[in-house]
Structures are given as structure tokens and as C-alpha cells.
């Protein structure tokens, strides 16, 4: 195994185990935090494959942005702390599910592209900026109108209503 | 050098994991938090094979998947806190207003 190797098998172990307390831990709080460790792994192996703007966007929405929007909303929300509160009934079958469908994948994965290796090659910011305003400008502008409408949409949706 | 499959088992076992919190978390937050889970095993795919192949196309679509992302968990925590509001319980299996 190369250096590069070793380093994204330390991280993809961490973010696998991170990942499953976060599905699986009995206090909310503790999810979310789980989850800033799942994130922050998954930021490392981006830049460990060379997408070094993919890797900082990730640490600037994802652990900036999403898991302090989530923390608030824990905080609005009353949760009850517990595997019978926070867990339902089907725990069971939905390990089943989770398991065979990692099961699968595994065994597709590996008989697909078992033998095939990524030469990195890191991605210079200029060639994505390129790229994302010249052959990419209209889904750009595309996703752009959806995320003021998903900002208009969310405070509609959260604001109280007059008189009330 | 990696192996092209140490990224897509890191990116399966993120999406299991994300099935499993889907189908048996109860509270709304927890599920919206599997889902997140979910598309970064997506990006982490699309970035694996962006790099296998030496085309941006994967990267861009990241970058699009977060965006939407965002949007996503700014609308599904608006609609937790407006039931929570409404009802006292962001219990996904209370919330059964439209089940017949």
C-alpha cells in the first residue's frame, strides 16, 4: 500500500466508525456531533483524492453551515433521550436492509473496478472555477434560483403567523 | 496512487449507514441527518470517479449536490420546527396525518 493509501484507510476507518455512531447513539446531541466527525473525515478523503475546492467547500457548508442549522434545530425541538425514544420498532429489519445493501455494493464494487487504481492528480482551483463558468454556467445559474427559493420557502415555512 | 475501491466501500458503508438511520431513527432531526449521510456517499463517488477519469464533470456535480443539499435541510428543518410547533412531537411515526 502507498502513503496515500494508508493515510485514506485511517480516514475512511474513522469516518465508517463515526458514521455508524451517528446512526446509532442514544442521545441527539451526541449525533450531531458525531456527525461533524463523519463530515470532516469525508472532507479529508476528498482532499487525499486531490479535489482540494470540493474538500474546503465541504468544511465551509457542511461543518460551518448544516450541522449548526441542525444543532438549532435540536435546540427548537424538545428530544427525548434514549434508544426506545429515538429508535422505532423495525431496528432489526433496518439493519438487515443496511447490511445487505453494504453486502451488495461490496461485491459489485470489488468485481467492477477490483484491480483499478486512481492516479491523483490534484485539481487546481483555476480548472474548476473554468469549468463551472463556462461549460457548467447554466445549471450554475440553475442551482443558484433554487437556493433562493429554498431561502424564501424556509422562512416562509418557519416564520410565525401574523396575530398569532 | 489509491485503489479506485477504497473510496467507493468508504462511500457504501456512509450510504448503509444512512439507510439504516433512515429506516429506524424516530426523530425527524436524526433522519434528516442519515439523509445528509446518504448524498456524501453520493459526492464521495462522484469525486472518486471524477479523479479515476480525469474529468471535472464529477467535481461540478459535487458542488451541485451540496448546494442542493443545503437547500434540502433548510426546507426539511422549517417543516420540523412548524410541526413541532403545531403538533409538540417530531416523532416521524406520529406524524401520520396524510396515512389513510
Do not use: C
Not at chain 1, 460551518?64 to 434545530?73: M, P
Request: charged share 10%.
Amino acid at each position: 500500500m502507498t502513503a496515500q493509501e494508508w493515510a485514506f484507510a485511517i480516514v475512511g476507518v474513522l469516518g465508517s466508525v463515526a458514521a455508524i455512531r451517528l446512526v446509532t447513539s442514544k442521545n441527539v446531541v451526541h449525533a450531531a456531533l458525531w456527525l461533524v466527525v463523519t463530515l470532516a473525515t469525508v472532507a479529508a478523503a476528498y482532499l487525499i483524492l486531490g479535489a482540494e475546492f470540493v474538500g474546503w467547500v465541504q468544511v465551509l457548508i457542511y461543518v460551518g453551515a448544516i450541522v449548526v442549522l441542525l444543532l438549532f434545530a435540536l435546540m427548537l425541538t424538545k428530544a427525548p433521550i434514549g434508544r426506545e425514544a429515538l429508535d422505532n420498532q423495525q431496528r432489526g429489519l433496518a439493519a438487515i436492509v443496511g447490511l445487505g445493501v453494504l453486502v451488495g455494493l461490496i461485491f459489485l464494487l470489488q468485481g467492477a473496478f477490483g484491480g483499478k487504481r486512481i492516479h491523483t492528480v490534484p485539481t487546481v482551483m483555476k480548472q474548476v472555477g473554468t469549468a463551472l463558468f463556462r461549460d457548467y454556467v447554466l445549471p450554475f445559474e440553475v442551482v443558484s434560483v433554487l437556493l433562493l427559493a429554498a431561502l424564501v420557502g424556509a422562512i416562509v415555512l418557519a416564520r410565525k403567523d401574523e396575530g398569532e | 496512487m489509491i485503489r479506485l475501491v477504497f473510496p467507493l466501500f468508504f462511500a457504501a458503508i456512509l450510504f448503509s449507514a444512512g439507510i439504516y438511520g433512515v429506516l429506524a431513527r424516530r426523530n425527524a432531526v436524526l433522519v434528516l441527518m442519515s439523509i445528509e449521510l446518504m448524498l456524501n456517499a453520493v459526492n464521495v463517488n462522484l469525486v472518486a470517479f471524477s479523479q479515476y477519469l480525469h474529468q471535472l464533470t464529477g467535481q461540478i456535480f459535487a458542488l451541485f449536490v451540496i448546494t442542493v443539499a443545503a437547500g434540502e435541510i433548510g426546507i426539511g428543518l422549517a417543516i420540523v420546527i412548524l410541526i413541532y410547533r403545531n403538533r409538540e412531537t417530531i416523532d416521524v411515526d406520529e406524524v401520520d396525518l396524510l396515512k389513510w
